[in-house]
T-cell receptor, first 112, second 113 residues
Framework: GENVEQHPSTLSVQEGDSAVIKCTYSDSASNYFPWYKQELGKRPQLIIDIRSNVGEKKDQRIAVTLNKTAKHFSLHITETQPEDSAVYFCAASINNFNKFYFGSGTKLNVKP | EAQVTQNPRYLITVTGKKLTVTCSQNMNHEYMSWYRQDPGLGLRQIYYSMNVEVTDKGDVPEGYKVSRKEKRNFPLILESPSPNQTSLYFC????????????FGAGSRLTVL
Protein backbone atom coordinates (compact mmCIF):
# COMPACT_ATOMS: atom_id res chain seq x y z
CA GLY A 1 0.00 0.00 0.00
CA GLU A 2 0.85 3.67 0.01
CA ASN A 3 3.45 5.02 2.45
CA VAL A 4 3.53 8.72 3.30
CA GLU A 5 6.52 10.13 5.15
CA GLN A 6 6.45 13.58 6.69
CA HIS A 7 9.28 15.81 7.92
CA PRO A 8 10.13 17.42 10.22
CA SER A 9 8.24 16.00 13.19
CA THR A 10 8.60 19.31 15.04
CA LEU A 11 9.25 22.80 13.72
CA SER A 12 9.78 25.95 15.70
CA VAL A 13 9.80 29.34 13.97
CA GLN A 14 9.67 32.98 14.97
CA GLU A 15 6.48 34.88 14.26
CA GLY A 16 6.67 36.35 10.77
CA ASP A 17 9.06 33.72 9.45
CA SER A 18 8.13 31.09 6.88
CA ALA A 19 7.56 27.41 7.63
CA VAL A 20 7.93 24.50 5.23
CA ILE A 21 6.73 20.95 5.83
CA LYS A 22 7.64 18.19 3.40
CA CYS A 23 6.00 14.87 2.54
CA THR A 24 6.91 12.04 0.24
CA TYR A 25 4.68 9.27 -1.04
CA SER A 26 5.41 5.91 -2.59
CA ASP A 27 2.46 5.01 -4.83
CA SER A 28 2.45 6.82 -8.16
CA ALA A 29 -1.31 6.13 -8.37
CA SER A 30 -1.95 8.67 -5.59
CA ASN A 31 -3.73 11.62 -7.14
CA TYR A 32 -5.03 13.82 -4.34
CA PHE A 33 -2.97 15.45 -1.58
CA PRO A 34 -4.75 17.30 1.24
CA TRP A 35 -3.23 19.02 4.26
CA TYR A 36 -5.03 19.04 7.59
CA LYS A 37 -4.42 21.24 10.63
CA GLN A 38 -5.16 19.93 14.10
CA GLU A 39 -5.12 22.37 16.98
CA LEU A 40 -4.55 21.01 20.46
CA GLY A 41 -7.50 18.88 21.55
CA LYS A 42 -9.44 19.60 18.38
CA ARG A 43 -10.39 17.67 15.27
CA PRO A 44 -8.35 17.85 12.04
CA GLN A 45 -9.54 20.42 9.53
CA LEU A 46 -8.61 20.80 5.89
CA ILE A 47 -6.50 23.86 5.13
CA ILE A 48 -5.51 23.25 1.52
CA ASP A 49 -5.40 20.45 -1.03
CA ILE A 50 -3.97 19.76 -4.47
CA ARG A 51 -4.72 17.27 -7.20
CA SER A 52 -2.10 15.52 -9.25
CA ASN A 53 -2.81 17.54 -12.40
CA VAL A 54 -1.70 20.76 -10.68
CA GLY A 55 1.82 21.71 -9.59
CA GLU A 56 1.06 24.49 -7.13
CA LYS A 57 -1.87 26.01 -5.29
CA LYS A 58 -2.05 29.09 -3.08
CA ASP A 59 -4.55 30.37 -0.57
CA GLN A 60 -3.45 33.60 1.09
CA ARG A 61 -0.47 32.74 3.33
CA ILE A 62 -0.60 29.04 2.56
CA ALA A 63 0.69 27.25 -0.53
CA VAL A 64 1.21 23.65 -1.53
CA THR A 65 3.58 22.40 -4.21
CA LEU A 66 3.59 18.97 -5.83
CA ASN A 67 6.40 17.23 -7.69
CA LYS A 68 4.92 14.07 -9.21
CA THR A 69 8.20 12.90 -10.67
CA ALA A 70 9.94 12.96 -7.32
CA LYS A 71 6.74 11.95 -5.48
CA HIS A 72 6.89 14.72 -2.94
CA PHE A 73 4.71 17.62 -1.92
CA SER A 74 5.23 20.48 0.50
CA LEU A 75 3.24 22.93 2.59
CA HIS A 76 4.51 26.49 2.76
CA ILE A 77 3.23 28.95 5.33
CA THR A 78 4.45 32.54 5.02
CA GLU A 79 4.31 35.31 7.63
CA THR A 80 3.56 32.81 10.37
CA GLN A 81 1.38 33.86 13.29
CA PRO A 82 0.95 32.32 16.76
CA GLU A 83 -2.45 30.96 15.70
CA ASP A 84 -0.66 28.84 13.10
CA SER A 85 0.73 26.75 15.99
CA ALA A 86 -0.78 23.27 15.58
CA VAL A 87 -0.05 19.80 14.26
CA TYR A 88 -0.15 19.57 10.47
CA PHE A 89 -0.82 16.33 8.61
CA CYS A 90 -0.24 15.65 4.96
CA ALA A 91 -2.13 12.88 3.22
CA ALA A 92 -2.27 11.04 -0.08
CA SER A 93 -5.36 9.48 -1.56
CA ILE A 94 -5.85 6.75 -4.14
CA ASN A 95 -8.76 4.61 -5.25
CA ASN A 96 -11.03 7.43 -6.31
CA PHE A 97 -10.48 9.39 -3.09
CA ASN A 98 -11.71 6.60 -0.85
CA LYS A 99 -8.47 5.49 0.80
CA PHE A 100 -6.44 8.10 2.64
CA TYR A 101 -2.90 7.68 3.92
CA PHE A 102 -1.70 10.28 6.39
CA GLY A 103 1.79 11.34 7.34
CA SER A 104 2.91 11.16 10.96
CA GLY A 105 2.36 14.86 11.56
CA THR A 106 4.45 17.99 12.16
CA LYS A 107 4.06 19.99 15.33
CA LEU A 108 4.55 23.64 14.38
CA ASN A 109 5.31 26.11 17.13
CA VAL A 110 5.25 29.80 16.21
CA LYS A 111 6.99 31.88 18.85
CA PRO A 112 5.69 35.41 19.36
CA GLU B 1 -25.23 23.03 12.01
CA ALA B 2 -23.45 20.60 9.69
CA GLN B 3 -21.53 18.16 11.82
CA VAL B 4 -20.23 14.69 12.54
CA THR B 5 -21.15 13.46 16.01
CA GLN B 6 -19.30 10.72 17.84
CA ASN B 7 -20.19 9.01 21.09
CA PRO B 8 -18.83 8.36 23.59
CA ARG B 9 -16.14 11.02 23.66
CA TYR B 10 -14.24 9.21 26.40
CA LEU B 11 -14.37 5.57 27.43
CA ILE B 12 -12.34 3.35 29.71
CA THR B 13 -13.07 -0.33 29.35
CA VAL B 14 -11.48 -3.71 30.01
CA THR B 15 -10.03 -6.30 27.69
CA GLY B 16 -12.65 -8.41 25.96
CA LYS B 17 -15.71 -6.28 26.73
CA LYS B 18 -17.47 -5.51 23.47
CA LEU B 19 -18.06 -1.86 22.73
CA THR B 20 -19.47 0.33 20.00
CA VAL B 21 -18.49 3.87 19.10
CA THR B 22 -21.29 5.59 17.24
CA CYS B 23 -20.87 8.11 14.44
CA SER B 24 -23.64 10.15 12.87
CA GLN B 25 -23.55 12.90 10.22
CA ASN B 26 -26.28 15.31 9.17
CA MET B 27 -24.84 16.41 5.83
CA ASN B 28 -26.26 13.61 3.67
CA HIS B 29 -22.72 12.50 2.83
CA GLU B 30 -22.36 9.22 0.97
CA TYR B 31 -18.83 8.52 2.25
CA MET B 32 -17.89 7.83 5.87
CA SER B 33 -14.71 6.49 7.42
CA TRP B 34 -12.97 5.72 10.69
CA TYR B 35 -9.40 6.60 11.72
CA ARG B 36 -7.26 6.00 14.73
CA GLN B 37 -4.65 8.51 15.84
CA ASP B 38 -1.58 7.37 17.74
CA PRO B 39 1.49 9.44 18.69
CA GLY B 40 4.11 9.39 15.96
CA LEU B 41 1.87 7.45 13.59
CA GLY B 42 -0.54 10.10 12.42
CA LEU B 43 -4.02 9.08 11.36
CA ARG B 44 -4.55 5.58 10.06
CA GLN B 45 -7.69 4.56 8.22
CA ILE B 46 -9.58 1.61 9.74
CA TYR B 47 -12.63 1.21 7.50
CA TYR B 48 -14.55 3.29 5.04
CA SER B 49 -17.97 3.18 3.44
CA MET B 50 -18.90 4.63 0.07
CA ASN B 51 -22.62 4.29 0.69
CA VAL B 52 -25.28 2.28 2.51
CA GLU B 53 -24.36 -1.41 2.75
CA VAL B 54 -20.97 -0.76 1.08
CA THR B 55 -17.93 -0.99 3.35
CA ASP B 56 -14.25 -1.69 2.75
CA LYS B 57 -11.07 -2.12 4.72
CA GLY B 58 -8.63 0.68 5.27
CA ASP B 59 -5.04 0.29 6.37
CA VAL B 60 -5.58 -1.17 9.88
CA PRO B 61 -8.90 -3.06 9.99
CA GLU B 62 -7.83 -5.93 12.28
CA GLY B 63 -9.90 -6.15 15.45
CA TYR B 64 -12.64 -3.81 14.20
CA LYS B 65 -16.00 -4.18 12.49
CA VAL B 66 -18.32 -1.62 10.95
CA SER B 67 -21.79 -1.51 9.49
CA ARG B 68 -23.64 0.99 7.30
CA LYS B 69 -27.33 0.26 7.51
CA GLU B 70 -28.35 3.92 7.23
CA LYS B 71 -26.72 6.73 5.32
CA ARG B 72 -26.22 8.95 8.38
CA ASN B 73 -24.74 6.33 10.75
CA PHE B 74 -21.46 4.42 10.68
CA PRO B 75 -20.73 2.68 14.00
CA LEU B 76 -17.32 1.22 14.86
CA ILE B 77 -17.49 -2.07 16.74
CA LEU B 78 -14.74 -3.58 18.84
CA GLU B 79 -15.91 -7.16 19.49
CA SER B 80 -13.10 -8.02 21.91
CA PRO B 81 -11.02 -4.93 22.68
CA SER B 82 -7.36 -5.32 23.54
CA PRO B 83 -4.91 -2.81 25.10
CA ASN B 84 -3.30 -2.14 21.69
CA GLN B 85 -6.61 -0.61 20.62
CA THR B 86 -6.18 2.16 23.16
CA SER B 87 -6.21 5.20 20.92
CA LEU B 88 -7.98 8.37 19.81
CA TYR B 89 -10.61 7.54 17.19
CA PHE B 90 -12.03 9.90 14.59
CA CYS B 91 -15.01 9.43 12.34
CA UNK B 92 -15.15 11.49 9.14
CA UNK B 93 -17.52 11.98 6.23
CA UNK B 94 -17.51 13.61 2.81
CA UNK B 95 -19.46 13.71 -0.40
CA UNK B 96 -18.58 11.02 -2.91
CA UNK B 97 -18.39 13.48 -5.79
CA UNK B 98 -17.03 16.98 -6.10
CA UNK B 99 -14.91 18.29 -3.23
CA UNK B 100 -13.06 15.67 -1.21
CA UNK B 101 -13.01 17.54 2.08
CA UNK B 102 -13.22 15.21 5.05
CA UNK B 103 -15.33 16.57 7.90
CA PHE B 104 -14.14 15.01 11.15
CA GLY B 105 -15.98 14.32 14.36
CA ALA B 106 -14.62 15.57 17.69
CA GLY B 107 -12.88 12.28 18.45
CA SER B 108 -13.40 9.44 20.91
CA ARG B 109 -10.61 8.63 23.33
CA LEU B 110 -10.67 4.95 24.17
CA THR B 111 -8.61 3.27 26.86
CA VAL B 112 -8.58 -0.53 27.10
CA LEU B 113 -7.16 -1.89 30.37
Amino acid sequence: GENVEQHPSTLSVQEGDSAVIKCTYSDSASNYFPWYKQELGKRPQLIIDIRSNVGEKKDQRIAVTLNKTAKHFSLHITETQPEDSAVYFCAASINNFNKFYFGSGTKLNVKP
Amino acid sequence: EAQVTQNPRYLITVTGKKLTVTCSQNMNHEYMSWYRQDPGLGLRQIYYSMNVEVTDKGDVPEGYKVSRKEKRNFPLILESPSPNQTSLYFCASKRSSGANVLTFGAGSRLTVL
